[in-house]
């Protein structure tokens, strides 16, 4: 995580056009670890990497910046996934958590209606314009 925030960081004092970063850390200890203590300390970490580079550089602070915050799906105990993504047991052990339906999206000056994965695109694609 330190090193794609220290990346994210740099790029965006180079005030790019467009900056993505991509965190899959807290996806796979959800996998193995979902239920346990370690999971919401996972959470804090990449929350505060998430601040550091969302109001310590600024970034914010700037009205016309804008920001989406998207995860590909919420979590939730194995058993309880309406769609099994992986089998529950791997080669790296036992799943405890599995993909749930609702995913997490947090807006910040953005205009467009968001209701699925391809109107991200879509309102990137619109606040380009």
Request: charged residues 30%; proline residues 2%.
């Amino acid at each position: 995580m330190k090193t794609i925030t220290e990346k994210a960081k740099e790029l965006l004092g180079e005030n790019p056009d467009l900056l993505v970063s991509v965190y899959t850390l807290l996806d796979r200890v959800q996998h193995f670890h979902w239920g346990e203590d370690c999971v919401l300390e996972w959470y804090r970490k990449l929350e505060s990497k998430m601040g550091e580079i969302s109001y310590d550089t600024g970034f914010l602070e700037e009205k016309d910046n804008k920001l989406i915050v998207i995860s590909d799906y919420g979590f939730c105990s194995f058993s309880e996934a309406k769609v099994k993504t992986l089998p529950e047991q791997t080669a790296h052990g036992r799943l405890k958590g599995d993909h749930h339906e609702n995913a997490l999206l947090i807006t910040v000056n953005v205009d467009y209606e968001i209701d699925k994965p391809q109107d991200v695109f879509y309102a990137i694609l619109s606040a380009a314009r």
